[in-house]
């Protein structure tokens, strides 16, 4: 599967920034999606990550009650909403698959950038 980050920008704080995770190729249904971002010069870390039906969710605390992940299957599709945006959000941000929950991430795409001012 090709996985497609988009939707970034500059916003303000306090605002609000939807990320699109867009698919080409294998059945999207077969992948966990996760979302992920990278601050300059910090690690890479989790953000949030949505089943292959989207019943199940989770998320980083740091985002928890800000963010919300989804998906719909028939267009292909995953979203990172992003709301209350705070300053520190200020990262790439990274859409990622797997076909197994246990696994690793094997599936990455390109990020998009996401820029919060205050």
């Known amino acids: 599967v090709q996985l497609q980050a988009s939707g970034g920008g500059l916003v303000q704080a306090g605002g609000s920034l939807r990320l699109s995770c867009a698919a080409s190729?294998?059945?999207?249904?077969?992948?966990?999606i996760g979302w992920f971002r990278q601050a300059p010069g910090k690690e890479r870390e989790f953000v949030a990550a949505v089943s292959w039906g989207g019943g199940t969710t989770s998320y980083a605390d740091s985002v928890k009650g800000r963010f919300t992940v989804s998906r719909d299957n028939a267009k292909n599709t995953a979203y990172l909403q992003m709301n209350s945006l705070k300053p520190e959000d200020t990262a790439v941000y990274y859409c990622?698959?797997?076909?197994?929950?246990?696994?690793?991430?094997?599936?990455w795409g390109p990020g998009t950038q996401v820029t919060v001012s205050s």
């Open positions: 190729g294998r059945r999207f249904s077969s992948y966990y």
């Open positions: 990622a698959g797997k076909l197994m929950a246990v696994d690793e991430y094997d599936y």
